[in-house]
């Protein structure tokens, strides 16, 4: 037992000195340490964004500038080309088929890979992995292969020349993928919601249409802002089951601007212009929904 006494002959714990630093200064130094000055990182990005823009303005200047002209700077500004490529290039009609063919892809895209994301995220069936793994191998499989088969299909069916071709080719496409994406988002919305509305009286397709619907908005933004970027530039199915020039597409139209004996680089760059406008546009107006979107698909709830 020890006494009193001994309890105030013990020594007491030695009390820092001010030499040693306080833990809260170690915290700010070594935070100080950890932080890279601002040049290494202000330095890469600045030699990333040069060689993301240049190449942009490169295009600017030759769809802006004069024929012939060999300024840096598109003065005096001219809108020539644009005129030659949306008139006398057909781009306007162009223009047209390929607005409809990506909005077409889009809306049954995301149609088709709803039902069936549900399917897969809500119900137990047998064939279900073997499915999923079906869905995933698909991936791997060129665009290029389908060709063949598709080509077929669509001549016995008498579609060929017919943008709906292109539609079914470019939806039949994008739907594996689709229907992944779709599933995990609809994982992640609690079953319990669907439950209780129920309980309350609902069917199973009205408690999908009011309550797990308005959650998948992120989702669907998602899934089909990339149906509609890649109907939009996607070039092999267009030029191999349309063939009459009023129904070609904006990169078939782009194709045709390029040719063996010489290279109208002011038309050209005009109609990339028109062919990304479109694409910046969209994701500039979908940008906050895409990325939620993602997140949103990238946790398994």
């Known amino acids: ?71 840096l700077v598109p003065w005096p500004m001219t809108f020539e080309h644009f005129d030659k490529v949306w008139t006398e290039r057909s781009f306007g009609t162009y223009f047209q088929n390929s607005v409809l063919i990506a909005v077409a892809t889009l809306v049954m895209t995301t149609l088709v890979a709803l039902a069936g994301g549900y399917a897969l995220a809500r119900f137990d069936f047998r064939i279900k992995r073997g499915f999923m793994l079906a869905l995933l191998c698909s991936q791997f499989v060129p665009g290029a292969l389908l060709l063949v088969p598709l080509f077929q299909i669509f001549a016995e069916l008498r579609m060929i020349n017919s943008l709906a071709s292109v539609i079914i080719a470019e939806t039949v496409f994008q739907l594996p993928l689709s229907m992944i994406l ?94 990304a406008v479109p694409v910046v546009v969209v994701f500039a107006f979908i940008q906050k929904w895409l990325i939620t979107g993602f997140s949103a698909g990238a946790v398994k709830g």
């Open 1 to 71: 037992m020890i006494t009193k006494d001994a309890e105030t002959a013990a020594p007491a714990a030695p009390a820092p000195t001010s030499d040693e630093p306080r833990p809260d200064e170690r915290k700010k130094k070594r935070r100080a340490w950890d932080e890279a000055p601002r040049w290494q990182i202000y330095v890469p990005l600045g030699i990333y964004l040069l060689f993301t823009l240049i190449p942009f303005y490169w295009i600017l200047l030759f769809a802006l500038r004069p024929a012939g002209s060999t300024s």
């Open 182 to 275: 779709i599933s995990g988002f609809i994982r992640n919305v609690p079953y319990s919601l669907e439950e209780a509305a129920w309980v309350d009286g609902c069917n199973r397709f009205d408690a999908f249409r009011i309550v797990v619907l308005p959650l998948l908005r992120p989702g669907l933004i998602a899934v089909g802002s990339f149906a509609f970027v890649h109907a939009w530039n996607h070039f092999l199915f267009a030029l191999m089951f349309l063939s009459d020039q009023s129904k070609q597409t904006i990169p078939v139209g782009l194709n045709t601007l390029l040719s063996s004996d010489s290279v109208d680089l002011g038309a050209l760059a005009a109609g990339g212009i028109i062919a």
